[in-house]
Every structure is written in structure tokens, then in C-alpha cells.
């Protein structure tokens, strides 16, 4: 039985990543640094690794953590003014899934405030029970820490839960952790488009989700 949904918070429970490319390219000028050939270069990898390189390769006078936090909070300033919504679908499976006592929570490679912050804005976080985030364990997505982190948060074991990822490094983290992976498919961009060879199932609508956590429900039941 499914005891728990594990959400991935960037582009899952909210289409921020639109947002993190602004606040990552406001504190590239504001250090004097080329946007267009540096900013590309965090795609797919976490804040502090990302900053980290930058901090070493132009010279910088900050830690890579410093740089993170800064840019977190242009991040957080940015997203309490755009108007952010939840993704389509996402309250009503909720909904669904508080009905069916299952266990919402967040596995996040973006650091706790920021996350809270969200959650907070969209208002969402009476649904959420626990908030695994990379700043709390000692390795990012595609590492499993917050998988495994969150797995304890909520009392679930990896086979009594599921993921929802919209990234493949999300998706390998989950599957590290050993918990099959709902890959959330909607970037019409190609350039952006995901493999998602390691997901156990792919939705385009949040929906979707609840008549997985029923089929799966039903035939472990029926074990």
C-alpha cells in the first residue's frame, strides 16, 4: 500500500524554474559576470556546485555557499512577485491523497527556506508533513540523501512510496533511494525534454497521479 507521495519542488509542485534563471542571471550582472555563456552551465546541477565553479574560475571573494543563499533570496523576492500558482491539477490530488491518509512530502535539492517560503506563498503547506531539502544532507539530487531523508520523515519504506520528478536527475535520485518514480512530462521546450528511462510510470496531468496511487493501492491489496 501507498503510504507516501515524495514531490520534487522545482517545476512540480510549481513552474519555478523560470524564476531561478532570473534570480541566478540578476546576481551573474550584479557580479559583473557574462550571463549568456555562464548561466547555462547550472542546468542540471545544484546551486552550490554550480557557484562553486564560478567562485573558482572568475575569482570570486564568496564561498559557494554565500552565493547560493544570495541567490536564494533574489529568488524568494523575484517569486513573491510573479504571481506564482500551484501546478495544474496539484490541490486536487492533495485533496485526494489527505482523503486516503497517504503522506504528502517534499524531496528538494533547493534549500529549506526557500522551499517553506513556496509552499507558504501558494499556500499549500498544511498538506506537506515533512521537507527533505539540500541544504539538510550531505550530497544533492542526483544522490539520494533527500529521498532517504524524507522516507524517514514520513515512516514509509521505498516500496510503500512513491516520487514525482520532471527532471532525470531527480528521477535517478528517487530511483537510488530505491522508490519508484512518476515522471511529471510537461516541458514542451526539446532542448529542455527529459529521458525519464529510470520512471515507473509518466503523467502529464497532476491528476493522473491519483489513479496511480489507486492501481498500486489495489493490487498490493490483492497480494
Excluded at 500551484?86 to 526557500?114: H, I, T
Aim: glycine share 6%; hydrophobic share 45%; with cysteine.
Amino acid at each position: 500500500m501507498i503510504k507516501a507521495v515524495i514531490f520534487d519542488m522545482d517545476g512540480v509542485i510549481a513552474d519555478t524554474e523560470p524564476l531561478h534563471e532570473l534570480a541566478r542571471n540578476k546576481l551573474l550582472a550584479e557580479l559583473g559576470l557574462d550571463v549568456e555563456t555562464i548561466s547555462p552551465t547550472a542546468i542540471g546541477r545544484s546551486k552550490r556546485a554550480f557557484w562553486g565553479e564560478v567562485a573558482q574560475t572568475y575569482g570570486l571573494a564568496y564561498s559557494a555557499d554565500a552565493l547560493t543563499v544570495w541567490e536564494f533570496d533574489l529568488l524568494m523576492k523575484i517569486a513573491g512577485e510573479s504571481g506564482l500558482q500551484p501546478s495544474p491539477g496539484l490541490c486536487e490530488l492533495l485533496n485526494f491523497l489527505q482523503s486516503q491518509q497517504v503522506k504528502a512530502a517534499v524531496a528538494s535539492s533547493s534549500d529549506r527556506n526557500y522551499v517553506e517560503y513556496i509552499l507558504k506563498l501558494i499556500h499549500l503547506e498544511k498538506y506537506f508533513c515533512a521537507v527533505s531539502s539540500g541544504d539538510e544532507v550531505a550530497k544533492a539530487k542526483p544522490a539520494p540523501d533527500v529521498y532517504t531523508r524524507a522516507l524517514k520523515m514520513c515512516g514509509a519504506r521505498a516500496d510503500e512510496a512513491l516520487a514525482v520528478e520532471d527532471s532525470d536527475t531527480g528521477a535517478k535520485a528517487a530511483y537510488a533511494a530505491g522508490i519508484p518514480c512518476i515522471a511529471y512530462d510537461v516541458v514542451t521546450n526539446e532542448k529542455l525534454k527529459q529521458k525519464f528511462d529510470l520512471c515507473s510510470y509518466r503523467v502529464k496531468d497532476m491528476r493522473d497521479i491519483e489513479k496511480i496511487v489507486r492501481g498500486v493501492n489495489r493490487n498490493r491489496y490483492a497480494i
